[in-house]
């Protein structure tokens, strides 16, 4: 089993990268988050990686942090689920979101990451609740509050998990929601 890479980063194009190690390329599917979080192609990598043997493929998975490799195992495990689609649920949600979204059987949240329906997305609620991975959905800033009203409005206006994510991490503490999601706006519309 390959549970790390590290390396020098080869190329990337959404959602594979290229890790070179030694002289042997390794290509590697990463989720959105991991994604984003990439440094510059020609830097040092280092990802934790699931490998996937197939009859027709060896297939390696790698993530930026432990939990994300965690929440993609145990989203394996439901019926019906497989690893593009637990990948397609990581780039569209943080291992954070997923949790809370388990913890209050919210489906809203999942129907949205795409070729997640809402036959699966209950399916996904009923098999991972109670996942030591999920268990306890973590009341961040970004979660609670006012943060959420914001983070609903933003997502209600288009925009992506990652950019309402990052709004609402800017946000002063204690502001109502009205100038909250005003400020969210204009720092959104400047990016």
Known sequence: MIGRITGTLAAKQPPQVLVDVNGVGYEIDVPMSTFYNLPAIGEKISLL?????????????GFGSEIERAAFRELLKVS???????????????VNDLSAAIATQEIGRIVKVPGIGKKTAERLLLELKGKPVFAGAIASPETAGVSDDVRQA??????????????????????????????????????
């Open 154 to 191: 933003l997502l209600a206006l288009g925009y992506n998990e990652r950019e309402t994510s990052d709004a609402v991490r800017k946000l002063p503490p204690d502001l109502p929601v009205g100038e909250a999601i005003r400020q969210a706006l204009r720092a959104l519309s400047k990016s």
């Open 49 to 61: 990686t699931h490998l996937a043997i197939r009859e027709d493929a060896h297939l390696l998975y």
């Open 80 to 94: 019906g689920i497989g690893a593009k689609t637990a990948l397609s649920v990581l780039s569209g949600l943080s």
